[in-house]
């Protein structure tokens, strides 16, 4: 039986690469990629990342914990309609449409798909070859699906506090006070690849040459669902890694309490409904609380009178070489105090094959970080910058 298993397993798996979310999402990545090299040129005149960052993290950082809720769901026994996950499909487009990460979120998703199978089951809509799995429903509620969005919910906060802070782009943009400052922006999209035991004969209906295995009367099937997880968070009034580990161990904290209350869906059908509708206010509540709370706070990254402040390292540069972190300030350049760009430019210049800067660190502590110059070295120092120029030219040093 085992050996079965995975050998439909291991079906399912190639039978992924059929799906055409899978591809949709590589699309969404590349199209979020080029965006944000557009914003930091218009900004800095040089980008962060590259464009390809975003496709690097859609779909590694999803591998482990897909797995890891493949294996969960498996061995609790989840089974879900065939026709709840051709409602994914469907709110996953239409909730992509806005071009808004956030809206992404497996709770979005799975919650709106839970609530439309409610509406629809048992209905005959007439649509050839697709109608017949929601006109044969017995049931309207699905226990199971509550466990799965719960399931997801904890995965995308793992996802969250462990991936969102990495490589966070910054930005800049006007105060209330028409001040320049520095903000930071987390946009991600994850692709969480997870196995769903589906009832088979429903798979066979459609697909016959689909790999299906019988326990005890009932035929059944695995089909590797592509989750999309989307985040999206704006931060101005803390180190950006602190603000998203945050938010990720909140998202992680409300997937454990609906996980306990869909639990109770097996024997009270209505838990099911109210675990996933406090899911979907309880994940909302979560982004409106961090960025009211981000909004009252002072503005991390602006224009210093006794340094530079980081705003962002370009990967690879002399300035990543250094050890330069986001956050930190700059106080000497080969020795002469700097505050803004044009006293940074003369310490540089003061000893053009080596740099040695003072720096004070996020925690408030002095330390030293020098390197010689070499003439293959990137074209500038690879610093981002706050600095007090209408037009925002020249931010990067």
Not at 17 to 36: E, I, Q, S, T
Not at 56 to 65: A, D, H, N, V
Request: proline share 5%; hydrophobic share 50%; with cysteine.
């Amino acid at each position: 039986m085992t050996v079965i298993w995975l050998m439909e397993l291991l079906k399912g798996f190639g039978k992924f690469f059929l799906h055409p979310l899978f591809y949709y999402f590589l699309f969404m990545a590349a199209y979020m990629g080029v965006a944000r090299v557009k914003r930091e040129r218009k900004n800095f005149h040089v980008r962060a990342e590259n464009a390809y960052f975003e496709l690097r993290q859609l779909i590694p950082s999803g591998l482990l914990i897909g797995l890891i809720l493949s294996v969960i769901t498996i061995a609790l026994g989840l089974v879900v309609p065939f026709a709840f996950v051709l409602l994914t499909a469907v709110v996953t487009l239409l909730f992509s449409l806005p071009v808004r990460v956030r809206f992404l979120s497996p709770v979005h998703v799975v919650g709106a798909a839970f609530f439309a199978l409610i509406l629809v089951a048992g209905q005959d809509w007439g649509i050839p070859l697709v109608g017949e799995y929601f006109s044969s429903l017995t049931e309207k509620i699905y226990p199971a699906i509550a466990l799965l969005l719960a399931l997801l919910l904890i995965g995308e906060g793992l996802l969250i506090r462990k991936n969102g802070g990495k490589g966070t782009s910054p930005k800049l943009m006007k105060s209330r006070r028409g001040q320049t400052v520095g903000i930071h922006e987390a946009k991600r999209l994850w692709m969480l690849p997870v196995f769903l035991i589906v009832p088979g004969a429903q798979i066979e209906a459609m697909f016959s040459w689909w790999p299906v295995f019988s326990i005890g009367d009932h035929l059944y099937s695995f089909i590797l669902v592509p989750f999309a997880v989307g985040f999206h968070q704006q931060i101005q009034g803390m180190l950006p890694i602190e603000a998203v580990r945050a938010h990720g161990r909140k998202v992680i904290t409300l997937g454990m309490f609906i996980l306990a209350i869909g639990v109770a869906g097996y024997w009270y059908p209505l838990a099911s409904i109210a675990a996933v509708g406090v899911a979907m206010i309880g994940r909302e509540m979560i982004y409106f609380v961090q960025r009211m709370k981000d909004e009252n706070r002072p503005f991390y990254f602006s224009k210093q009178n006794h340094a530079v402040m980081i705003l962002g390292v370009i990967p690879h540069s002399p300035a990543d070489k250094m050890g330069l972190q986001v956050g930190e300030m700059v106080t000497k350049v080969n020795g002469i105090p700097v505050n803004n760009e044009k006293s940074f430019y003369e310490g540089i210049q003061k000893n053009a094959a080596h740099c040695k800067l003072e720096v004070l660190d996020t925690n408030g502590q002095i330390r030293f970080a020098q390197r010689a110059l070499y003439e293959g070295d990137h074209h500038q120092l690879g610093i981002l910058f706050v600095q007090d120029d209408k037009k925002w030219d020249s931010a990067a040093v």
